[in-house]
């Protein structure tokens, strides 16, 4: 993958360090930043750290799930929950070539 190239990858997060940066925090607005567990709350923390975190929080990422982990929930979720700017970036970086689709709901 591309972003293996330039970001060193870590498949795993360490079991004491169940718990993210303070630094990111500010990501983190709509959630109880407290109770956020990097391993429970793994979409919510990708989604929160592509859409609006820095190259560094990304490199966090790559450290901490391992970009196939990335690639795989950024490819289950539906492309609408990535901002188009990122989602670009994101499609090279990760090697995404088909993002979901978002779910219709029954009328």
Same mark, same amino acid.
């Not at 560094?56 to 929950?81: D, F, K, N």
């Given at each position: ?8 990858? $870590? ?6 360090? /169940? =718990?993210? %940066?303070?630094?990111?925090? %500010? ?7 407290? &109770?956020? &567990? %990097? ?6 923390? @990708? ?8 190259? #560094? ?5 790559? $450290? ?14 539906? #492309?609408?929950? @990535?901002?188009?700017?990122?989602? /670009?970036? /994101?499609?090279?970086?990760?090697? @995404? =070539? &088909? ?9």
């Amino acid at each position: 993958m591309a972003f293996e190239r330039f970001m060193p990858v $870590r498949s795993s997060i360490p079991t004491h360090k /169940a =718990h993210l %940066p303070e630094s990111f925090r %500010p990501l983190f607005w709509s959630y109880c930043f407290e &109770d956020l &567990d %990097p391993e429970k709350n793994e979409k919510a923390v @990708i989604v929160q750290l592509i859409n609006y975190g820095t190259l #560094a929080h990304w490199r966090w990422l790559a $450290r901490a799930y391992g970009a196939a982990e990335i690639r795989r929930a950024l490819e289950s979720m539906p #492309a609408t929950e @990535i901002n188009p700017r990122t989602r /670009a970036l /994101a499609s090279v970086l990760f090697s @995404i =070539h &088909d993002w979901s689709d978002a779910y219709r709901g029954a009328f």
